[in-house]
């Protein structure tokens, strides 16, 4: 098991830098890049500050929780981008038939589905995003326990884990229905609804974003952990329901993978 | 005339074929509309009033800006870099149709089948969640309005059609696209009304076109603007529109020059 990790990640490594070779090819349109997404994080983040610096609170929570909410949905959604972003060509490999060349390799193909194209220049939007949250916190004094940053952190991972599971959950729809890139988008568009408390929400949407597409597990979550106000039922459910989804997203892509016609390469 | 017509009707179908594309293009829309309407509501859970709208006034914003991220930013000529990048601007150039209105009609389609659908999404809405949105019931407002919303789709088609034309002279519009509309995001006041930013930043984003396309014509709906502003936004805007008129034009022809068909 130890050397099947190892093969991967010098595998990922490999990956990850033919990917950051071509990013440089590019420089230009990579600066671009870098300053639209900074620009998008910006426009959120204002909002949100201007908003709550004229209301005392917005569903029960103060202006500097409000931010570290959208600041933990951020750090999350980047670490799936970061790690996840093969999923945006898998439908393509399959129209190809190029994904018959994946199942041809020592590599596990999910692995190669998923991994294949981390862009490591991500790596440095996280960093800037984890030294702004730094900043924040110093300056928001939040009351900060041991306890409390411990379980943030872990039920940050499960956040990734759950995410990962659904990532998994749409290439294995994928194979047989070819539909990944709308699915991928749909929770991209349903996650940005995280950007803020789902408590925000009518109560429906909130169980609906909870058990059904648990985007309130993978972002809401941690960062009510952090302001320790997870009640212990909460906690292992999200840790209960992250493995048992990643489980069953595994054996789906199993038996969907069985069940893969190849579209001729 | 007719051929632009048949050009609306193809470009109808052309979205019917990948119907689940359709549907989930649908799905995020009001998905996104969502997002801002309970977060609005919460924020007015205990005001009255915040950056001088009430609950009824910010619901018809979010209502209208829904509206009109359809119809103004909604747009087909994302497509028109890479028609240039594979050489198939070649065939609309040897057609007897002009380039500028053939992709404009590509977008008419476009708006007119995002309205019709946005229009029965909003009226699902309405029918379950009974927002106490504002209705404008005066007809210059009204009027106002549409000529605002006409000039705002005139204005961004230009810019956008000017953002396709860097394909002329460089493989890479993808990324100066994906700036370009996180600028427009953050100052047109398509995601919130610009009036909760400092008044420096609402000078500085007033400078530019980009509050024309959104946030003018809603506040002209709103009935917020006194004569003078309502006057001066729209010499401002149709300033804007005849300078990137002219300004497409220029750089059409020296694109022109410079086009070589790669690819055909």
Redesign the interface.
Known sequence: MFHSIKHHFKIWLFLSLRTFQITLI?R???L??L??KI??F???F??LY??TS??????GYNQNQIIFFYLTFKLIDILLQIFLRGVYWFRGSLVSGNFDLKLTKPVNPLFAVLFSHTDLLDISTFILLALFIINFLQKAAFLITLQNLLLYLLLLLNGFIIGLALNVFIVSIGIITL?V???I??FR??S??A??PL????IN?QRFLTYIIPIGLIFTVPAKAFFGILTLKWIIFSFLFGIIFLLFSLKLWQFCLKRYNSASS | MRKYTKLIRITWQQYFVYRVNFFAWRLRNIVFFLSFYFLWLAAFQNKNELFGYNLPKILGYIFAAQILRSIILGSRTADLAGEINSGRLSIYLVRPISVLKYWFSQDIADKILNLLFLTSELFLIFFLLRPPFFVQTNPFAIVLFIVSVFLGILLYFYIDFLLGLIGFWTPETWAPRFLFIWIIQLISGSIFPLDILPQKILSLANLSPFPYLIFFPIKVYLGELTKPQILSGFLVCSFWVIFFYLFLSRVWKKGLKIYSAEGQ
């Open positions: 590019y230009f349109s990579t671009l890049f300053l639209g620009i998008r910006f426009t959120f204002l909002f201007f908003l004229k209301t005392a609170t917005l569903a539909e890139d709308q699915l988008w749909t568009d349903l940005a609804m950007r803020y408590d925000v929400y009518h949407l």
